[in-house]
Every structure is written in structure tokens, then in C-alpha cells.
């Protein structure tokens, strides 16, 4: 189990789209270990293997919509069905670090995938579980948060993080 280094926005990794894990091997338990230290050191809740800079399809989130008691669960090739409803709320992500704006988002989901022992998983999640879980499998896709907002509202916020990333390095 180890911490890994966060790719942040600009980052290549970050826009592509993620492979489909065929074989659960010992190579992904360790990932998917590692993801959930990482997400637990930097106070995450949630995250996406493109953010540690591996293209594939697994993701660590909170098990239940009580996500500050619940324990971390990996889920391999997440898929989201059911989607329902419309929502506005506060949402930040460890790849765009130090920023959080208002995005839509569905109001209920049901995720679904495998654990890291192949077992078939489902989790139903309402309001902010349901969040995590759109934005986690968004990260899947080469999606950020930031391209869910207007585009006036997007161009502003890229120039602002751009800026606020250069004046940090
Ligand atoms: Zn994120």
C-alpha cells in the first residue's frame, strides 16, 4: 500500500478514456489499496485511477450515503444505470485542487460492478453519494467537473485555475 502522487488538471491522463479490467489480478488489489490510502491521506471522497495516473476502470468510494462512518470499497468497471432527477450542489475534486463550483447533477443512481474479488456489487445512492458516484465514473471518461458547468462559467473557471496553478509553481 502506498500514497500516490495526485494528477491534477492539464495532466493527459486525466482525458482519457479508461480501459475495461478484464482480469482482477494482484497488480489491481494493490492499486485499488493504494487508491483508498490516497484518497484517505488527502481527505478525498472518492476517486478515480486516472487521477493516480492509471487508465482503468476502477474507482474508490464510500460505501454508504453516511460516507463519513462508511468504509471504502473499490469497485471494478463501474457502470451508472437509473439515473433520476436534477440537482444543483457544491462538488471539488483532488484534480483540480484548491477550487469548487455548483454542478448538476442526477439526483438518484444505482452503481454497479464488481468487488475486488469479482463479486457482482450494487449501490443505490441518493443526493451526495450520488454525486460521488457521477463524478467518479466521469473521471472514467476523460471527464472532469469543471466541463459539466456553462460554457461561460467553464471558460472562466479554466482561466482561473490556469492562473492560480502558475502563480503555485
Ligand atoms: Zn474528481
Same mark, same amino acid.
Given at each position: ?30 492499486l485499488a489499496e ?14 478515480? &485511477?486516472p487521477q493516480v ?19 471504502? +470499497? &473499490?469497485? +471494478? ?79 472562466? +473557471? ?12
Amino acid at each position: 500500500m502506498a500514497v500516490l502522487r495526485i494528477r491534477t488538471i492539464g495532466d493527459p491522463v486525466l482525458r482519457e478514456e479508461s480501459r475495461k479490467i478484464e482480469n482482477i489480478g494482484d497488480e489491481i488489489i494493490r492499486l485499488a489499496e493504494s487508491m483508498i490510502e490516497t484518497m484517505r491521506v488527502y481527505r478525498g471522497i472518492g476517486l478515480a &485511477a486516472p487521477q493516480v495516473g492509471e487508465s482503468v476502470s476502477l474507482v474508490v468510494v464510500p460505501s454508504r450515503e453516511d460516507w463519513e462512518e462508511a468504509e471504502s +470499497v &473499490a469497485i +471494478v468497471n463501474p457502470v451508472l444505470s437509473r439515473l433520476k432527477g436534477s440537482i444543483m450542489g457544491e462538488e471539488g475534486c483532488l484534480s483540480v485542487p484548491g477550487f469548487s463550483e455548483n454542478v448538476k447533477r442526477s439526483e438518484h443512481c444505482v452503481l454497479t460492478g464488481q468487488d475486488l474479488d469479482g463479486n457482482e456489487m450494487r449501490i443505490e445512492a441518493q443526493d451526495f453519494l450520488a454525486r460521488v458516484f457521477q463524478h467518479e465514473v466521469d473521471h472514467l471518461k476523460g471527464v472532469l467537473y469543471v466541463d459539466r458547468l456553462s460554457p461561460l462559467k467553464r471558460q472562466f +473557471v479554466l482561466k482561473r485555475i490556469q492562473r492560480e496553478l502558475k502563480d503555485r509553481e
